[in-house]
């Protein structure tokens, strides 16, 4: 419907017009049927006046008339009296007109901000856009007071206006009585004249007779004007122009008029275009058609019945100016609100017909167009009779009736001719009404009589009201009031003070401010007094409507809210609608008052049938209420606009508003989520019926996207007997970043192993599971006939379970032969796409062929449940795979169908849904350029797009007794075994690993023969041994070995099969030896195999393999061992070429705790390794033959170590090492073999490029290029000098055996313990030093200049090793010779490669307190200082004698020996370390 924008003043002018009636003759009526109207309906356009009137008050003024407008009705009779109340038929009536007016779709909407709330506007409502709230608070005034605005909706002003016009006729008040009446007589008739003179006795039948009751006159000399219609097209002009001359003698000039009609022919239609300005007005039912209306027979249908599928554009017609709509048109209107072509608004065709249906009078309106017949020259003829009527007959009727009236007034009180001055004592006294005692006193007060003064008070008012005389009226409706009050003539009073508090505020100027207080008393009185909510809810739209032009919202909806009542659904349903604008309205916006009266006002249209309406008025309310945290109210909310939504057959939005409730997290109790899940599986069922060609999205359970994981590969296989599968990579297992990072520097390892010590630039590390946690910038690699397996997390939001039933991926596949996607737009690759949907016409054999897609038969989840789903893809084509979603069927599980039940036919009775979630990732923020930290950009995940490639080689690796426990430095056998299940042949077998020092595969030199299955070597020992029977002084076995014999030192060792290659389906079994760690505790291992195939040029490089084990390390043995100089003179030792010999101890303890039932240890064999020294035999003074530890014993053993022999010094001596066994039992284990050998060079301390010593001293002497002393270079060599004259590097490796009582059954365990010997001098342990807290170190920010290298004092003081030779007692006759000169023979060993000077003081006396226990009264004779310089490695003796003169014990160790290295000016001789005490006894002869 075309709404003209009013002022509040046009409005409440129009709500009470001048009522004329109109009575036409047969021929008339036939005249103007010819355009599908009624006379009535064909004055009905023109009705306003386009110039101004004028009256004259009863004081002469001349009063303007402006705009005014006329109401022309055909007279319809009906004997029943006025009742307080619409009849059922206005009340329906009133339900079609707002139903038929509905928003219009597609508006243009402003986004504003008031408060924290996004409102959208209509652009139709505002006329510029409001950017922001302080804006936006300003405007809305200023709109709101503007001549363009009407504070109402386009279907509120239509229930108004129809309102209005169905108001009955009261005696209380005049404004809608008819004040004339139109005789219309065609000129065609034979003698028109008498027609006037029937039509005006009918006129006077009607009105006089007492038979009807309506319609209601205003004055008893109703103005009667004759028009004679005169039929263009088929009269004759000049008979109808003498019967027009004719009426004006007769009537008078005034009194009638010539209309003349019907100038356009059906012909000439064609031709041109006339508008049609009824089409607005003619659905306005004409609701005083009471009677006629009452007799029909109504259709009882539905409301929604009458929506036609013809949509009307009712919002663009207007007649003043282009503004459309109101300021409230669509306050927080949705972007849609609903689906497009669903609320569609009655045409005014079928409204026509309706109204045709209804109307007698009105048969031939209901089809075809109006005013066919008539030119623009006809509409201004109408035109121009409405404007003589009024201004010649109407306007004149009226003023001298108020003349009259006046007079009449006046006449009677003997007063005043005016009445501008009237009060009570003027027109309260005379007579109190007539009241006969069958007039029952109503609730409403007295009942005046027609002829009472009061009411002529009241016509008078009524008739100045009418033609803008609002001053007078405002007195006359005073005076009237307080008369009515005095009598408590309620009724009367209030429809006084109703009109009183209109007319004061439409008086020019404003002389007084608007009286809301009399409209709300007259609202009051209309309602609880009177019980007539008709005039109560008339007085509460005009209040209304006045309190918000003057920008009073809070009072207009408070006075809206009050008349809301449970006698009329659709009353309440609009005002509730418009309080909710008048809250947002307000200077400060009270959005969320207005989101709740909305619901309040969408309850009431659901109630009253007007779902559409309903619907809007939810919707605009979950404006406010969505993402605010009010779940309960959003879940209402949502429901309702489900069902309004299920209802008018819009099941898309019905859906989607189902889904809101089901996917947030929901407050609602278990059985309110249980229906509205039934209520959502109904409408989806509904909404799909048979047809599912495209699967719909469904909204549980709700998938956690990034937790998705991709598996590629095969599941591994468990264990199978005896064999212990590789752990690989599993779903099951736990992504952990450190542990990711630590397999791919293994990867890298080996790769570059593989690749000459380079890693390839293309290098990318294998992932064979992807989470949200991995690097998926790149589509990963998947192979063919290889599955890939999803694992979808799915959660139940809900606290009823669901039932999920035929769940699968859903997959779309791009075949190697297409184009590369990205070459391509996204619709041609989609073309060329092989998808699983049920969409294609493609056979599911044909599917199968390419991607095979298992199904999960039942997925149950329970309440609020988080479950993970695995879902494998079988491809069989290379190509391109991107998996899109899962497709599934979704139920709400019974709780007897949560467990395994089997009653099926329950299954069968549960709503079931097929539909699909996409599975769409976000990927990982972009934060590498500046525009991305400044945007939020996210970058791709492609773990769900994997390549699949060709056919790569697929290997399975199996461990054989392999432990879990194992003593430090255990030596155990175990073998592995290689399996190649793929059909592609594998080569190039690496492994890498955390721990190498925990295994090896053997060397091909070294390795022993071993038997070929695990059961045979049972009971053999791991180690290669010789049965020797142990002889007391033996020395040791030697044997030298190259290091390239155990290449295998780095982290990655080559995997030897036979064969280099494993053809597809083969397997092979290898030994691998074990070692226990050093440390105790629980040690993960990490192995990962590394393989590629046969087949070069696949995108897939290689393979790898992971194994992680867990094992136990128990404590063993502790082995600590030290050497020092051997005091023995070289020409005592074994070798007379060599510089004596160290001896070395070696102190064995059992730490073993008795938990893990070891009973005791033996040491079998103690060997040694070193490419300079050698254990050469066991001096052990017990001269043990075993050494048998139990619990917390300890054991010290002693051996002589000397160098190797000098032959053996090659030119690769530096490449050799020199391996001596000493065995302690019966059998000899040869160390330089495998295990043995393998583990001591995995095992052994890192070479000497590590070691602390010498790195220090690279260090210093990478230093010396810095300074610009050449001192430093000498000192830096000295050094390194004196510090080979203390080094050792000797490896000790003490081999047991452990006697373990497991199970009633006694085993032996074997193995190793390594022992390090670097300095002599410094003890050495197997123990592994635990880490202590580095100290805090200061910060320097400058460099400081290197210290002077100072030699260590300790060093220095071992350059020369002294030995004194002597008798160990001497006899002499003191009595013959008072002195005893004693031959003494003292031996200097220059222990480092550089020349010596050495000092030799023998005046020394000596202090220690071990010499002064000793009698030391003797002296050194002869030469007592000795200087001298000893080459490298040079042996010197010196012959001393000794004088002594008396008998006794002597401690002959009291020369001082200095020394420090030749040509070191800068350095003093530093005191050498002597032995212990040399001690010699002499004896009186």
């Known amino acids: 419907m075309a709404q003209c924008v009013q002022s509040v003043q046009e409005f409440v002018q129009d709500s009470f017009v001048p009522m004329v009636a109109v009575l036409c003759s047969e021929e008339a009526e036939r005249v103007t049927r010819k355009n599908n109207l009624n006379f009535a309906e064909l004055l009905r356009p023109f009705c306003r006046l386009t110039s101004?009137?004028?009256?004259?008050?009863?004081?002469?003024?001349?009063?303007?008339?402006?705009?005014?407008?006329?109401?022309?009705?055909?007279?319809?009779?009906?004997?029943?009296?006025?009742?307080?109340?619409?009849?059922?038929?206005?009340?329906?009536?009133?339900?079609?007109?707002?139903?038929?007016?509905?928003?219009?779709?597609?508006?243009?909407?402003?986004?504003?901000?008031?408060?924290?709330?996004?409102?959208?506007?209509?652009?139709?409502?505002?006329?510029?856009?409001?950017?922001?709230?302080?804006?936006?608070?300003?405007?809305?005034?200023?709109?709101?007071?503007?001549?363009?605005?009407?504070?109402?909706?386009?279907?509120?002003?239509?229930?108004?206006?129809?309102?209005?016009?169905?108001?009955?006729?009261?005696?209380?008040?005049?404004?809608?009585?008819?004040?004339?009446?139109?005789?219309?007589?065609?000129?065609?008739?034979?003698?028109?004249?008498?027609?006037?003179?029937?039509?005006?006795?009918?006129?006077?039948?009607?009105?006089?007779?007492?038979?009807?009751?309506?319609?209601?006159?205003?004055?008893?000399?109703?103005?009667?004007?004759?028009?004679?219609?005169?039929?263009?097209?088929?009269?004759?002009?000049?008979?109808?122009?003498?019967?027009?001359?004719?009426?004006?003698?007769?009537?008078?000039?005034?009194?009638?008029?010539?209309?003349?009609?019907?100038?356009?022919?059906?012909?000439?239609?064609?031709?041109?275009?006339?508008?049609?300005?009824?089409?607005?007005?003619?659905?306005?039912?004409?609701?005083?058609?009471?009677?006629?209306?009452?007799?029909?027979?109504?259709?009882?249908?539905?409301?929604?019945?009458?929506?036609?599928?013809?949509?009307?554009?009712?919002?663009?017609?207007?007649?003043?100016?282009?503004?459309?709509?109101?300021?409230?048109s669509h306050p927080l209107q949705l972007d849609t609100v609903s689906s497009p072509g669903s609320l569609h608004t009655l045409s005014a065709v079928n409204i026509a017909v309706k109204k045709g249906a209804r109307d007698p009078e009105?048969?031939?309106?209901?089809?075809?167009?109006?005013?066919?017949?008539?030119?623009?020259?006809?509409?201004?003829?109408?035109?121009?009779?409405?404007?003589?009527?009024?201004?010649?007959?109407?306007?004149?009727?009226?003023?001298?009736?108020?003349?009259?009236?006046?007079?009449?007034?006046?006449?009677?009180?003997?007063?005043?001719?005016?009445?501008?001055?009237?009060?009570?004592?003027?027109?309260?006294?005379?007579?109190?009404?007539?009241?006969?005692?069958?007039?029952?006193?109503?609730?409403?007060?007295?009942?005046?009589?027609?002829?009472?003064?009061?009411?002529?008070?009241?016509?008078?008012?009524?008739?100045?009201?009418?033609?803008?005389?609002?001053?007078?009226?405002?007195?006359?409706?005073?005076?009237?009031?307080?008369?009515?009050?005095?009598?408590?003539?309620?009724?009367?009073?209030?429809?006084?003070?109703?009109?009183?508090?209109?007319?004061?505020?439409?008086?020019?100027?404003?002389?007084?401010?608007?009286?809301?207080?009399?409209?709300?008393?007259?609202?009051?009185?209309?309602?609880?007094?009177?019980?007539?909510?008709?005039?109560?809810?008339?007085?509460?739209?005009l209040s209304a409507e006045i309190l918000k032009s003057q920008g009073k919202y809070s009072d207009a909806a408070t006075l809206l809210i009050k008349m809301t009542s449970e006698d009329s659904d659709l009353r309440s349903a609009l005002l509730l609608e418009q309080a909710a604008h008048c809250f947002i309205n307000m200077r400060n916006p009270m959005v969320r008052k207005f989101a709740f009266h909305m619901i309040l006002a969408g309850h009431r249209f659901s109630k009253a049938g007007q779902r559409r309406h309903a619907l809007r008025c939810y919707c605009q309310a979950m404006q406010v209420y969505k993402e605010r945290g009010w779940s309960l109210a959003a879940d209402h909310i949502n429901f309702t606009i489900g069902r309004q939504s299920f209802t008018l057959r819009q099941p898309d939005n019905a859906v989607i508003a189902f889904k809101q409730i089901l996917t947030n997290d929901s407050r609602q109790t278990a059985t309110q989520q249980g229906a509205f899940l039934r209520e959502y599986l109904y409408v989806y069922k509904s909404v799909i019926g048979g047809n599912e060609m495209s699967l719909p999205q469904l909204p549980l359970p709700c998938i956690h996207s990034s937790a998705t994981r991709v598996y590629f590969g095969h599941e591994r296989r468990l264990a199978e007997g005896e064999k212990q599968a590789a752990t690989h990579v599993s779903l099951d297992q736990e992504y952990d970043q450190d542990l990711a990072a630590m397999w791919c520097r293994l990867e890298e390892q080996v790769v570059a192993s593989a690749n000459r010590g380079i890693v390839p630039v293309n290098f990318q590390p294998t992932q064979c599971c992807l989470n949200s946690q991995t690097d998926n910038l790149r589509h990963p690699l998947a192979v063919v006939e290889e599955p890939v397996i999803v694992e979808v997390t799915f959660r139940n939001p809900l606290k009823v379970p669901l039932a999920l039933s035929n769940l699968s991926l859903l997959w779309r596949f791009t075949a190697d032969g297409s184009a590369p996607s990205q070459e391509k737009t996204t619709e041609e690759s989609e073309a060329d796409a092989i998808t699983n949907e049920e969409t294609l016409a493609l056979e599911v054999t044909q599917k199968d062929d390419i991607v095979t897609t298992e199904?999960?038969?039942?997925?149950?989840?329970?309440?609020?449940?988080?479950?993970?789903a695995r879902l494998r893809l079988l491809p069989h084509r290379t190509g391109q795979l991107n998996i899109v979603?899962?497709?599934?069927?979704?139920?709400?599980?019974?709780?007897?169908?949560?467990?395994?039940?089997?009653?099926?036919?329950?299954?069968?009775?549960?709503?079931?849904?097929?539909?699909?979630?996409?599975?769409?990732?976000?990927?990982?923020?972009?934060?590498?350029?500046?525009?991305?930290?400044?945007?939020?950009?996210?970058?791709?995940?492609?773990?769900?797009?994997?390549?699949?490639?060709?056919?790569?080689?697929?290997?399975?690796?199996?461990?054989?007794?392999?432990?879990?426990?194992?003593?430090?430095?255990?030596?155990?056998?175990?073998?592995?075994?290689?399996?190649?299940?793929?059909?592609?042949?594998?080569?190039?077998?690496?492994?890498?690993?955390?721990?190498?020092?925990?295994?090896?595969?053997?060397?091909?030199?070294?390795?022993?023969?071993?038997?070929?299955?695990?059961?045979?070597?049972?009971?053999?020992?791991?180690?290669?041994?010789?049965?020797?029977?142990?002889?007391?002084?033996?020395?040791?076995?030697?044997?030298?070995?190259?290091?390239?014999?155990?290449?295998?030192?780095?982290?990655?060792?080559?995997?030897?099969?036979?064969?280099?290659?494993?053809?597809?389906?083969?397997?092979?079994?290898?030994?691998?030896?074990?070692?226990?760690?050093?440390?105790?505790g629980v040690h993960e291992i990490n192995f990962l195999f590394y393989y590629e195939s046969t087949e070069k040029g696949n995108k897939i490089s290689h393979r790898v393999l992971r194994h992680t084990v867990f094992i136990c390390a128990s404590r063993s043995l502790s082995v600590q061992a030290s050497a020092s100089r051997s005091s023995v003179p070289p020409h005592h030792s074994v070798d007379a070429k060599g510089s004596g010999g160290t001896l070395v101890f070696i102190d064995v303890e059992n730490i073993n705790t008795s938990e893990s039932g070891v009973r005791e240890f033996h040491i079998v064999q103690v060997s040694s390794s070193s490419q300079h020294w050698r254990l050469h035999k066991c001096i052990n003074p017990a001269r043990e033959t075993d050494c048998k530890l139990t619990s917390r014993e300890r054991a010290k053993l002693c051996f002589r170590a000397t160098r190797c022999k000098p032959q053996q010094a090659t030119s690769d001596a530096m490449e050799r090492y020199t391996f001596a066994d000493l065995n302690l039992g019966n059998e000899r284990i040869i160390s330089s073999s495998t295990p043995c050998g393998d583990f001591f060079f995995r095992c052994r301390q890192t070479p000497e490029s590590k070691r602390p010593d010498v790195a220090s001293s690279r260090t210093s002497s990478s230093c010396k290029s810095q300074g610009p002393s050449s001192s430093e270079d000498r000192a830096a060599n000295i050094t390194n000098l004196v510090k080979k004259c203390n080094d050792l590097d000797l490896n000790i490796i003490v081999i047991w055996k452990a006697f373990v009582v497991e199970d009633n059954k006694q085993l032996i365990l074997e193995g190793q313990l390594h022992v390090a010997l670097q300095t002599i001098g410094k003890e050495a342990t197997s123990l592994t030093p635990k880490e202590e807290a580095q100290e805090m170190v200061l910060l320097k920010f400058k460099s400081e200049l290197p210290l002077p290298v100072a030699l260590p004092s300790v060093e220095l003081s071992?350059?020369?090793?002294?030995?004194?030779?002597?008798?160990?007692?001497?006899?002499?006759?003191?009595?013959?010779?008072?002195?005893?000169?004693?031959?003494?023979?003292?031996?200097?060993?220059?222990?480092?490669?550089?020349?010596?000077?050495?000092?030799?003081?023998?005046?020394?006396?000596?202090?220690?307190?071990?010499?002064?226990?000793?009698?030391?009264?003797?002296t050194w004779v002869g030469q007592t200082q000795y200087k001298m310089q000893l080459k490298p490695q040079e042996v010197l003796c010196l012959t001393l004698r000794a004088c002594f003169l008396q008998a006794g014990v002597y401690n002959l160790n009291t020369p001082r020996v200095f020394a420090k290295p030749a040509k070191q000016a800068a350095l003093s001789e530093t005191s050498q370390q002597t032995a212990s005490p040399a001690l010699i006894i002499i004896n009186n002869a």
């Open 885 to 1080: 979603g899962v497709v599934y069927n979704l139920a709400e599980a019974s709780p007897a169908e949560v467990a395994p039940s089997s009653d099926g036919q329950q299954t069968m009775d549960l709503m079931v849904v097929r539909g699909k979630q996409d599975l769409k990732i976000q990927g990982p923020r972009l934060n590498l350029t500046k525009e991305d930290k400044m945007l939020v950009r996210h970058g791709p995940d492609r773990r769900l797009d994997p390549i699949i490639t060709a056919s790569m080689p697929l290997m399975e690796v199996f461990f054989l007794q392999f432990p879990t426990a194992l003593l430090c430095g255990e030596i155990r056998k175990a073998y592995v075994e290689f399996c190649n299940v793929s059909s592609v042949a594998l080569c190039g077998l690496r492994v890498a690993s955390t721990h190498p020092d925990f295994f090896t595969f053997g060397s091909q030199a070294t390795t022993p023969l071993t038997p070929l299955s695990p059961t045979s070597a049972e009971n053999c020992s791991a180690y290669k041994t010789l049965a020797t029977a142990p002889q007391p002084g033996s020395v040791a076995s030697e044997m030298l070995v190259s290091a390239e014999d155990f290449s295998q030192l780095s982290s990655v060792m080559e995997i030897p099969i036979g064969g280099k290659a494993l053809q597809p389906g083969e397997s092979t079994q290898l030994p691998l030896w074990l070692r226990g760690p050093d440390q105790e």
């Open 362 to 541: 009105s048969v031939a309106g209901g089809a075809g167009s109006h005013g066919a017949c008539l030119t623009l020259n006809d509409h201004d003829h109408i035109r121009q009779f409405i404007q003589e009527f009024t201004s010649r007959g109407l306007l004149p009727h009226i003023e001298k009736n108020i003349r009259q009236l006046n007079d009449q007034l006046v006449s009677r009180k003997g007063l005043s001719r005016s009445l501008f001055t009237a009060t009570k004592k003027w027109f309260g006294g005379g007579k109190a009404p007539e009241k006969s005692i069958s007039e029952p006193k109503s609730t409403c007060g007295l009942l005046y009589p027609p002829e009472a003064p009061e009411l002529q008070i009241r016509k008078m008012a009524d008739l100045c009201f009418l033609v803008q005389h609002y001053e007078l009226a405002y007195s006359c409706y005073h005076t009237a009031k307080k008369d009515f009050l005095s009598d408590q003539a309620m009724l009367y009073a209030a429809g006084a003070l109703e009109m009183a508090a209109v007319s004061a505020f439409l008086q020019a100027g404003a002389p007084r401010p608007y009286p809301a207080h009399y409209m709300d008393t007259a609202i009051q009185t209309y309602r609880d007094v009177c019980k007539n909510m008709v005039l109560a809810e008339r007085s509460a739209l």
């Open 1358 to 1418: 071992q350059l020369i090793k002294t030995n004194l030779h002597y008798p160990e007692t001497y006899t002499h006759p003191f009595f013959q010779d008072s002195l005893c000169l004693v031959p003494v023979t003292l031996t200097l060993s220059n222990c480092s490669m550089a020349q010596v000077d050495v000092f030799i003081d023998l005046r020394h006396k000596s202090t220690s307190p071990e010499s002064l226990e000793v009698h030391n009264s003797f």
């Open 855 to 868: 199904t999960i038969l039942d997925f149950h989840m329970g309440p609020e449940e988080t479950k993970m």
């Open 52 to 328: 101004e009137g004028h009256i004259r008050d009863p004081n002469n003024q001349v009063q303007v008339v402006k705009n005014l407008r006329i109401c022309v009705n055909n007279v319809v009779t009906s004997p029943n009296t006025a009742s307080a109340a619409l009849s059922p038929t206005q009340h329906r009536l009133l339900n079609e007109v707002v139903l038929a007016c509905q928003p219009q779709e597609g508006a243009v909407t402003n986004a504003i901000t008031a408060g924290d709330y996004d409102l959208n506007f209509s652009d139709h409502s505002l006329k510029a856009s409001l950017p922001w709230y302080s804006v936006w608070r300003e405007t809305l005034l200023e709109v709101s007071t503007s001549e363009h605005c009407t504070a109402t909706t386009p279907w509120f002003e239509t229930y108004r206006e129809n309102f209005l016009q169905s108001m009955p006729a009261s005696d209380h008040e005049f404004l809608n009585h008819y004040l004339a009446c139109l005789l219309v007589v065609s000129s065609t008739e034979a003698v028109p004249v008498e027609q006037f003179l029937k039509l005006s006795q009918e006129q006077h039948r009607i009105q006089h007779s007492g038979e009807y009751a309506n319609p209601k006159w205003f004055i008893p000399n109703t103005l009667k004007y004759y028009v004679l219609l005169h039929d263009m097209s088929e009269g004759d002009e000049q008979r109808a122009e003498a019967v027009y001359e004719d009426m004006k003698q007769r009537y008078g000039p005034q009194g009638c008029y010539l209309l003349k009609m019907n100038s356009r022919t059906l012909s000439t239609e064609e031709d041109e275009q006339i508008p049609d300005p009824w089409s607005q007005y003619l659905h306005r039912n004409n609701l005083h058609n009471q009677e006629v209306l009452d007799d029909l027979t109504m259709n009882s249908a539905p409301v929604e019945n009458s929506v036609s599928a013809t949509e009307v554009d009712h919002h663009h017609s207007t007649e003043k100016d282009g503004l459309s709509n109101s300021l409230e």
